[in-house]
């Protein structure tokens, strides 16, 4: 079992950054077995991927829509994954999810997610 807990959203004006965090911590789970990422859910719309890194932060992807503006990093020390956002845009405004996953058994565990609003 793996206990993932999100923070850093809020309201900021189109053009704005903020900084989101994500704590997660297992009793039998090291932070650096676990492959970490963000998704979101806009208003009306389904969960969409937004980032993912590797155990060591040596391998990033992102979402085309993110690119360029969304930075994805982890500090293994604190067993913390953060997602630093700039340049927001209104259609950034989505309920943010962090995501934690194991190989061995395949799981994957959920925040209760924070809410990012973009105001224009």
């Known amino acids: 079992q793996v206990h993932v807990v999100e923070s850093g959203g809020g309201l900021v004006q189109a053009g704005g950054s903020l900084r989101l965090s994500c704590a997660a911590s297992?009793?039998?789970?090291?932070?650096?077995?676990?492959?970490m990422g963000w998704f979101r859910q806009p208003p009306g719309k389904g969960r969409e991927f937004v980032a993912n890194?590797?155990?060591?932060?040596?391998?990033?992807d992102y979402a085309d829509s993110v690119q360029g503006r969304f930075t994805i990093s982890r500090d293994n020390a604190e067993n913390t994954l953060y997602l630093q956002m700039s340049s927001l845009k209104p259609e950034d405004t989505a309920a943010y999810y962090c995501?934690?996953?194991?190989?061995?058994?395949?799981?994957?565990?959920w925040g209760q997610g924070t809410q990012v609003t973009v105001s224009s």
């Open positions: 995501n934690a996953a194991t190989l061995s058994p395949p799981s994957n565990y």
């Open positions: 297992g009793r039998t789970v090291a932070f650096t077995d676990l492959a």
């Open positions: 890194i590797g155990w060591n932060g040596g391998s990033t």
